[in-house]
């Protein structure tokens, strides 16, 4: 069976990504920073589908934890196919004039340096079998910025950077290296929105209405399978067009 890795996949679009994969037959490794929905997880994605699915418990902020993650995933699965950083610190309301060494440590451990190891990491089992494919979700905050999120964008803005640079440096390893650029999409956090506040939100977008985790995860199963297998170095964006209006989109609504 060919195998996946999420991070933070435990609700919202990382579970998505793992449902997407287990359907289709994959074997599914995924990580939380704590137990409990861990577990949670782990026993629905087994309820559901005949595949082998296992949980980890990972701090994204320290490197000898994910040494350690990733070395039970090769002895647990065989090796590794499909690798996907979607794991964040989202880093709300850190506008540049009030953001601490606290904060930024925060932000960059998770965004960057998480990423960029666990990426380190997968690509040393990738290597082993001379084939495989790291899908990272970046945002529209890569390209873009609103208010109050200046250690986000940068975050986002390198792992950008970072996804070119590995689709260069582990091309001799048979890996492919892509991103998507996610914008809005529909999570729990949207459960205490009022329908009248949803729609003002999609009044932003030109297509209406919001991503799901399923659209990211169709991107993200692209991406990660041989569906694209001269695909590297891309930026795949999956935002309800919003990066393509230059200014607020109204769309002639009044």
């Not at 440096?169 to 290296?177: C, H, N």
């Not at 990066?243 to 109204?250: E, R, T, W």
Request: proline residues 3%; hydrophobic residues 40%.
């Amino acid at each position: 069976m060919p195998g996946i890795f999420i991070t933070g996949a435990v609700k919202n679009t990382g579970y998505a990504i793992a449902e997407k994969f287990a359907s289709r037959g994959y074997d599914v490794a995924i990580s939380s920073r704590t137990q409990e929905p861990l577990e949670k997880a782990v026993g629905m994605l087994r309820s559901k589908y005949r595949v082998k699915v296992k949980g980890y418990v990972l701090d994204l902020s320290d490197l000898s934890d994910i040494k350690s993650v990733f070395e039970q995933i090769e002895r647990d699965f065989g090796g590794l196919d499909v690798f996907v950083p979607n794991a964040a610190n989202l880093g709300v309301n850190l506008d540049m004039m009030h953001v601490t060494e606290q904060d930024y440590t925060n932000v960059m451990d998770v965004n960057l340096k998480g990423t960029f190891f666990c990426c380190q990491q997968a690509a040393q089992i990738m290597r082993k079998k001379g084939k495989g494919s790291i899908v990272i979700i970046s945002s529209v905050h890569a390209k873009s910025c609103i208010w109050g999120r200046s250690l986000y964008t940068a975050s986002k803005g390198a792992l950008n950077a970072l996804m070119r640079s590995m689709a260069i440096e582990l091309a001799p390893y048979g890996i492919r290296t892509n991103c998507i650029i996610a914008g809005a999409i529909k999570t729990d956090r949207w459960d205490n929105l009022t329908p009248e506040q949803i729609e003002e939100k999609r009044k932003n977008w030109p297509v209406g209405l919001e991503s799901t985790g399923e659209d990211i995860a169709n991107g993200v199963y692209y991406l990660g399978t041989d569906l694209s297998k001269t695909v590297s170095g891309t930026e795949l964006t999956i935002d309800s067009g919003v990066l393509i209006s230059l200014l607020p989109y109204n769309g002639g609504r009044h």
